[in-house]
């Protein structure tokens, strides 16, 4: 394949969300094509590299769980995320200097950090909010350099292509150290340090590859988007993890009917048609009484103690409800309340409560009623972006905006994971948002290939017929 170019596709006077060929050259700028594969490749290692850290995944396998993952204040992993960052910018702004397109923060995930960092001022543990609220600042960073980089349907070939590269390494470490693999209580966890952190990416990678399925214009992708689908599926299994499950069910009923509406494609509206059973099926279920649903999962009446968690959160954030606890810092072992929650919890998971399971109790623990606002702000311009790319026909952009907010909102429900630091679904959601960065005066402002705010036209992200464009 070419080397994919990110000028602006031209479909009847629109910009699409496609790839523009050109040479190799072109992802670069004016340099030599050795020079340009050079950079392409050191972008591809520190894009894998950052996707790991975000995410977890084999950090076990270098580093022991419980120093690696519970530690703001490890200096591994602190000094990773430094470097890695600093690369990104670099990279980043080295695209901006040669007057290629480059993506910045929303300037709603802008306004979120910027509450955050003024959080610190009245945290309930200052030095751990800060540590937060600099690793946040580097997740929006590495966000803004992976949208740059790997525009559109290439960030979404990214993430699929690392998510099935942690279902084999998983798949393997199951085969030749199954004590690793497994948590105490059976799970799957493969090459992550616990179940959920691996439920999370194999239900990403089976978004990202429905996506790519449903918009692929060649039977080849197809067929690979097929079998890293049903892998990533497998995977998920494995791992009991009922959030991720569910939250991926939403998201493939929606990215399913959005592609039946925009096609009339008869394969897709039976899938469309069985999807909606199934979430009929739910609310029926629902309907006759929560308990016979939970137990249909294997799931207790409070949510492995979730519904408790929540009330006693709750009374937290009566304590201190217009600004919060200061970001990420309740559950702090310096907090008295925090000590008193995680007592008077009925929990019953695998691993020692350190947030809220809830995203959006969890943003109101940290920032109070302004930083909720905030975060629901940043997924409401989310949702703006997929309407608008629906409603000019972009099939494969709404499709992409619209599932993942969909996944993000459910899984928010049960885990907390809306803009917090040093997250994959963190980086997902500030790429998937993130606007083009302003030229100079009498220089075009449009970028092709993202998926970004601010830019849209009536256009849309691939042909005439909806499918992405590849050179």
């Keep these: 394949m070419r080397g994919a170019s990110l000028r602006v596709h031209q479909n009847g006077g629109g910009r699409g969300w496609s790839l523009g060929g050109g040479t190799p050259s072109d992802d670069v700028g004016p340099t030599r094509i050795p020079d340009a594969k050079l950079l392409r490749t050191v972008e591809t290692l520190v894009a894998y590299v950052l996707l790991a850290l975000a995410a977890g995944a084999f950090m076990p396998l270098i580093r022991p769980a419980a120093v690696f993952s519970g530690s703001d204040a490890d200096p591994v992993t602190q000094g990773l995320w430094a470097m890695l960052s600093a690369g990104a910018l670099f990279l980043l702004l080295r695209r901006r200097r040669r007057g290629q397109p480059a993506f910045r923060p929303n300037w709603a995930v802008g306004a979120y950090w910027l509450m955050a960092t003024m959080s610190v001022a009245w945290a309930i543990d200052r030095g751990l909010a800060e540590r937060r609220v600099e690793s946040l600042l580097a997740t929006i960073v590495a966000a803004c350099f992976l949208i740059t980089a790997f525009p559109g349907p290439k960030l979404l070939s990214l993430l699929n292509r690392f998510v099935l590269a942690c279902a084999v390494g998983t798949i393997l470490l199951a085969g ?166 995680v007592r008077g919890s009925d929990w019953a998971g695998t691993t020692p409560i350190a947030s809220a399971h809830n995203g959006y109790l969890e943003n109101l623990l940290g920032l109070g009623v302004f930083g909720l606002i905030l975060a629901v702000l940043v997924l409401a311009l989310m949702l703006l972006a997929g309407v608008r790319y629906l409603t000019a026909s972009d099939i494969p952009g709404a499709t992409a905006m619209l599932g993942l907010l969909t996944f993000i909102v459910v899984y928010n429900m049960s885990e907390s994971r809306l803009l917090v630091s040093r997250e994959l679904l963190s980086l997902v959601l500030v790429a998937m948002i993130a606007v083009p960065w302003r030229r100079r005066a009498g220089k075009p402002t449009s970028v092709a290939g993202g998926l970004q705010m601010g830019e849209l036209s009536n256009a849309p992200l691939g042909d005439r017929e909806g499918r992405l464009t590849a050179s």
Excluded: C, H
């Excluded at 194999?202 to 990202?208: P, S, V, Y």
């Excluded at 009929?280 to 409070?302: C, N």
């Excluded at 519904?307 to 810092?329: F, K, Q």
């Design 176 to 341: 030749i150290r199954p004590s690793q693999a497994y948590d105490t209580a059976g799970n799957l966890q493969g090459v992550f340090f616990d179940k959920n952190a691996l439920g999370l990416a194999m239900a990403l990678g089976a978004i990202t590859a429905a996506l790519l399925f449903v918009t692929a214009a060649s039977g080849g992708v197809r067929w690979w988007s097929m079998g890293a689908f049903l892998i990533d599926v497998l995977v998920l299994m494995g791992t009991r993890s009922g959030t991720s499950a569910v939250a991926l069910a939403a998201s493939l009923s929606v990215i399913l009917l959005i592609s039946v509406a925009g096609r009339g494609n008869a394969r897709l509206l039976v899938l469309g048609l069985v999807s909606i059973s199934g979430a009929v099926g739910v609310l029926v279920l629902l309907a006759i009484g929560l308990t016979p649903f939970l137990r249909l999962l294997g799931k207790s009446d409070t949510l492995t103690g979730r519904t408790v968690l929540w009330r006693l959160v709750i009374n937290a954030v009566e304590t201190r409800p217009v600004l919060g606890w200061g970001y990420g810092s309740f559950w702090s072992a310096a907090n008295p309340s925090a000590q008193v929650t």
